[in-house]
């Protein structure tokens, strides 16, 4: 069983599904900010010979380390805001409803739901090389509510999750529709 928190949890209510984006996306984000970490030392070693004057002088040279300092403290940091979106965008099907956990920036989440009984259509769309050979993709999930979709963005085996979620709505469905006749004929 997965421990997550669930966010209003109902009695009974247990986690089918817990999806995050794709490990690739992650790692290309990670990938981008190193490379980038790079470019000052690089720099230094393309530019050594003609600024070597610059370079000898003590306030310019304090003044470009305090800069590269910065730099690789904004680096660092924006590639820690990259792994907390990654980590905290997740979204949980469970028994009873969709919930969509969305990190905005560092102090900013956003929780909407949806009920799967009111689900209308789902879709699961790749597109490109990348996303069909790392079998990643979004899934749309289409309600008659007034935010009309959902959509897990980036999310690995998307048609596995397309199939999943399909499934445990046909059956709250079917299940409602039980308990809706049910409460007529005992009337």
């Not at 980590?87 to 989440?109: A, G, H, M, P």
């Amino acid at each position: 069983m997965i421990d997550f928190y669930i966010p209003n949890r109902k009695n009974g209510e247990k986690i089918i599904l817990l999806v995050r984006r794709h490990w690739f996306i992650l790692f290309v984000r990670l990938f981008f900010w190193a490379l980038l970490m790079l470019l000052p030392p690089i720099l230094y070693i393309v530019f050594q010979g003609v600024f070597l004057s610059t370079l000898e002088h003590e306030l310019l040279k304090a003044l470009l380390v305090v800069f590269t300092g910065v730099f690789y403290l904004f680096s660092l940091l924006f590639m820690f805001n990259a792994f907390v979106d990654y980590y905290l965008d997740v979204w949980l099907v469970t028994s009873e409803r969709i919930v969509n956990i969305e990190q905005k920036q560092i102090f900013s989440r956003v929780t909407a739901e949806h009920k799967l009984a009111k689900i209308q259509d789902i879709t699961s769309e790749m597109h490109g090389i990348i996303p069909t050979l790392l079998n990643y993709g979004q899934v749309h999930v289409q309600t008659a509510a007034e935010k009309e979709r959902f959509i897990f963005k980036q999310v690995p085996n998307p048609q596995e999750i397309k199939r999943k979620i399909s499934g445990l709505s046909e059956y709250k469905k079917r299940f409602e529709k039980v308990s809706e006749e049910e409460d007529i004929n005992e009337k």
